[in-house]
Structure formats: structure tokens, C-alpha cells
């Protein structure tokens, strides 16, 4: 697929997916051209979605605890039981909360991806949506949990000049 025309400039020369550019710049940063934008600016703000933390952390630290007490106490196992419940049940609870973090990766990833920079002005832009983003609007965007479940609410920092901006005046 070509390169979607930059909304600010209807140039796409300068136009590099977000995705590539941050691999370009991470690998080697003296030899990545990148115009207008800085490379730690890159690092800092194209960097993709963190994945969630793993789970069963819960039940690993429930269990060592158990395992613990249970010595001490004299090899009582019921201690161990116990800890062991209690890290199930803590597990369980968060278990949801992993799978929501899964499918907010997900549409993060999927945007993070679909994102293209136009060098030339250091914006941020959508092949198919009116408007652009600061870099940090986008980094705020792709990296904030809030963000990540609405895509659709972040307010563009200018309208696109093809789409026509209706005056307040």
C-alpha cells in the first residue's frame, strides 16, 4: 500500500510509518533519517503498547508464604492450604482485569500500527482520519489505559485541510 499524503503538508515523501520509524531509530540511531523529529523524542513517544504483566504472581508469592508459615508451625499443611486459597481466589479476581489489559494491548497495538509520522512536520496522523497529533498526543493516546478503550474520543490537534473546519466566530 502506498503512503497515505501528510494532512498538513499533502506530501507523502516525508511520510514513515510510526511502527517503522521506531525500529529504525531504535536499531541505529545515527543512521535513521528522520527529519524534524528527534530521536529521543521517538524512543520516548513511538515506542509500543507495554505488554501487561503475567499473572499467577499472586499464587506463586501465596504459595512460597504458605510453604513458609507451614515450616514454621511445625509442618502444619493446613497453613499451606490456606495460603494457597487465598492466591486462587486473589488470581481469579485478576484474571479478568488481565483479560481486559489483553484486548486494550490489542486496539492499542492495532492504532500503533496504523499510525504514520510525517518527518517534515513532527505530526502524527491516520491514513484514513481527518486531523493530526503532537507526538506526546499520540504517545498519551497509545499508552494510557483510558485512551486505549475509546480510540475514537482524542480530539485531533488540527483539522485535516480536506475535511473543512467549521468556524466558532
Not at 486494550?104 to 500500527?113: G, S, V
Request: with cysteine; proline share 8%; charged share 20%.
Amino acid at each position: 500500500m502506498a503512503r497515505p499524503a501528510c494532512p498538513a503538508c499533502s506530501d507523502n515523501f516525508t511520510v514513515e510509518r510510526v511502527s517503522a520509524l521506531y525500529q529504525a531509530v531504535t536499531e541505529d540511531p545515527d543512521r535513521a533519517s528522520i527529519g524534524n523529529v528527534d530521536p529521543d523524542e521517538v524512543i520516548e513517544s513511538f515506542a509500543p503498547p507495554a505488554e501487561p504483566r503475567p499473572i499467577g504472581r499472586y499464587l506463586l508469592i501465596a504459595g512460597v508464604a504458605g510453604l513458609a508459615i507451614s515450616l514454621l508451625s511445625g509442618f502444619t499443611f493446613m497453613w499451606l492450604f490456606i495460603a494457597l486459597s487465598i492466591g486462587i481466589v486473589t488470581e481469579m479476581m485478576l484474571y479478568w482485569e488481565h483479560l481486559q489489559a489483553r484486548d486494550d494491548l490489542q486496539r492499542a497495538m492495532a492504532r500503533w500500527r496504523a499510525a504514520y509520522c510525517c518527518s517534515t512536520h513532527a505530526v502524527v496522523f491516520f491514513a484514513r482520519e481527518p486531523g493530526t497529533y503532537s507526538p506526546a498526543q499520540f504517545a498519551r493516546m497509545v499508552h494510557s489505559p483510558a485512551a486505549r478503550t475509546d480510540t475514537g474520543s482524542s480530539a485531533p490537534s488540527e483539522p485535516s485541510p480536506a475535511g473543512g473546519a467549521l468556524s466558532t466566530r
